[in-house]
């Protein structure tokens, strides 16, 4: 049984069929990073600082599967 290696740069998301998802612990906002973004594809997820951007509160990442975030996107 082999284990695929978890993504440790933004490129590395697609491939693996996943996407990041940051939530605003303080107004609830929610947004997609967009890991095609020329300036984000080859930095490391780990370590990475996330902020609101309307209200600038810190941002809680999270990953999931694509699909899973287009479902939550039609609604």
Request: aromatic share 4%; hydrophobic share 35%; charged share 25%.
């Given at each position: 049984?082999?284990?695929?290696?978890?993504?440790?740069?933004?490129?590395?998301?697609?491939?693996?069929?996943?996407?990041?998802?940051?939530?605003?612990?303080?107004c609830?906002?929610?947004?997609?990073?967009?890991?095609?973004?020329?300036?984000?594809?080859?930095?490391?997820?780990?370590g990475?600082?996330?902020?609101?951007?309307?209200?600038?509160?810190?941002?809680?990442?999270?990953?999931?599967?694509?699909?899973?975030?287009?479902?939550?996107?039609?609604?």
């Amino acid at each position: 049984m082999t284990q695929t290696a978890p993504p440790r740069t933004f490129a590395d998301l697609e491939p693996a069929g996943l996407e990041m998802a940051v939530t605003c612990q303080k107004c609830g906002h929610w947004a997609v990073i967009d890991d095609k973004a020329p300036k984000l594809r080859n930095q490391r997820i780990a370590g990475r600082r996330y902020r609101c951007a309307q209200c600038g509160a810190i941002g809680l990442p999270s990953l999931g599967t694509r699909r899973l975030a287009k479902r939550l996107a039609e609604r």
